[in-house]
């Protein structure tokens, strides 16, 4: 594996010289995060669509286990069991709009990760950069398990464990294990673990942090690059599930499921479930014993267990719903952990939005009411006093604080800020379709998609690494 080891030296080193200042050396985690025998196991794939680009090119990387769609260029990097999810890439000719300037495009948008480690990374695009908005950039980068790049350009960045980087454009910053960040342009910034930091400049700002001790009791990773912690406790309880659907080229399609629904043939559907109309289930998505109503969807690494969704929900990724009711029109945030059991059940009102990176992790039976906002750390009815608030009042805001939350600025803003990417995201995903083509999203455009499946060489000193390959037409 002499290439391979070779690879990890190079990105540590073009990594450390950005974020060395900052107190972060990423050496040992590269070195010790995922065993280098696990490199050699697991095909990537490329899906083939007949709505999305066709272009992919790599060279001098490790794909193991990785998923890809859309165009995307690798360059000496290291993905291990990574989504990149280019379905939502602006096309050549599209006009958009930054700070009330239109401009148009001159080039189909392509994600280009160069000199990277992303390991379990969901990579999302719908980019806000308006420097280079046909290009999707990830540049000596970090992002460790289970963590997520949305709508973000990251250039000399760290993402922890189950952190997200959320439609911001992020120079020499570290995001902490399971922090939420989305805030504009930010450079040389370090966002603590444990903080939801959600900003427009100019018009409101967002800010809660974690009480001491919970975010190592869900994640933690140590200096050797093990991680630990509740959140990986329940992800592993599930992993053989994923075994016999990633040791066939091609899993057999699932019987009962709606034509105007997708459901990914490396998504685990498990015991007995309902899924309605217009839904999307992704890769690696999990859903067992639940009932997924019409237009309702599941994305990368959610779990979705004992629970119902009456429609329309929208659970992003890795959220994870355990016994549990989801009214309808109701959004589950990045990585929130909605966890209850038999005898503590939860219930989420209608319309209501669980902010990124919550957790409800239920002692008791706990009702959130219809129309509200929920964040933080949850485990009683009572916690909602200073955790949860009526979105009509949030709206009629300009000063909040709650708890560990504080909130500045135009509240009707920031909760229509919301609905407009909610609504958006039941768009893409068609959640709408009507049988016409104005109305299809992601769970009609993906129907007919096959794989490319890509594998590494077995011996010799480019063992682990894959060949320079070019996918086109």
Known sequence: MEKLEALFDHIASRVNVNLKPLGIDVRPLLQNSIPRERHLLYYAFYAL?????????????????????????????????????????????????????KTRLFYDEVIRIINSFLVKTLVHNNSKNAEMPEVFRILNTVAMHFSNIHGTTCEGVYLGPFATADFSVMHNC????????????????????????????????????????????????NEHGQLSGKFIEYVD????????????????????????????PYAVIKGQCEIGENCL??????????????????????????????????????????HAHIGKN?????????????????????????????????????????NSAIWGYVTRQADLANQCVDLEQFSKTTDLTLGNATFKGDGDAFVKAF???????????????????????????????????????QSGPGMGMYPTMTIGE
Not at 59 to 82: E, H, I, P, Q
Not at 348 to 366: K, L, N, Q
Not at 444 to 454: E, V
């Open 237 to 264: 309880e599930t992993k053989e599930d994923f075994v016999p659907v990633y040791s066939t080229l091609a899993p057999e399609p699932l019987e009962n499921i709606p034509e105007s629904t997708y459901v990914s």
């Open 330 to 370: 109701v959004f589950v945030g990045f990585n929130s952990f909605v966890h209850g059991t038999k005898d503590a059940a939860i219930t989420i009102g209608r319309d209501s939005i669980v902010m990124p990176h919550t957790i409800i992790d239920a002692e008791e039976p706990i009702e959130v009411p219809e």
């Open 174 to 221: 570290v995001v902490g294990d399971f922090s939420y960040v989305q805030a504009g342009d930010l450079a040389n910034k370090i966002i603590e673990p444990g903080r939801v930091w959600i900003r427009a400049r100019g018009l409101y700002e967002f800010n809660y942090v974690f009480p001491e001790g919970v975010v190592e009791k869900y994640v933690k990773l």
């Open 49 to 101: 669509t007949q709505d999305h680009p066709l272009s992919f090119k790599f060279l001098n990387s490790n794909l193991a286990g990785s998923y890809f769609l859309g165009k995307t260029m690798v360059d000496r990097s290291v993905l291990y069991k990574s989504d990149i999810r280019g379905d939502e890439l602006k096309r050549k000719g599209d006009v958009v709009e930054f700070n009330g300037v």
């Open 281 to 322: 289930i992704v890769q690696r998505a999990h859903v067992e014993n639940s009932v997924v109503g019409k237009g309702s969807n599941a994305q990368e690494n959610c779990f979705i267990k004992n629970s119902v969704y009456e429609g329309n929900d929208v659970t992003a990724h890795g959220g994870k719903v355990i």
């Open 419 to 457: 609905r407009h990417r909610i609504e958006h995201i039941r768009e893409e995903n068609g959640a709408y379709y009507n049988g016409t083509e104005k109305t299809r999203g992601h769970a009609q455009k993906t129907q007919d998609a096959c794989f490319n499946i890509l594998q590494p060489f």
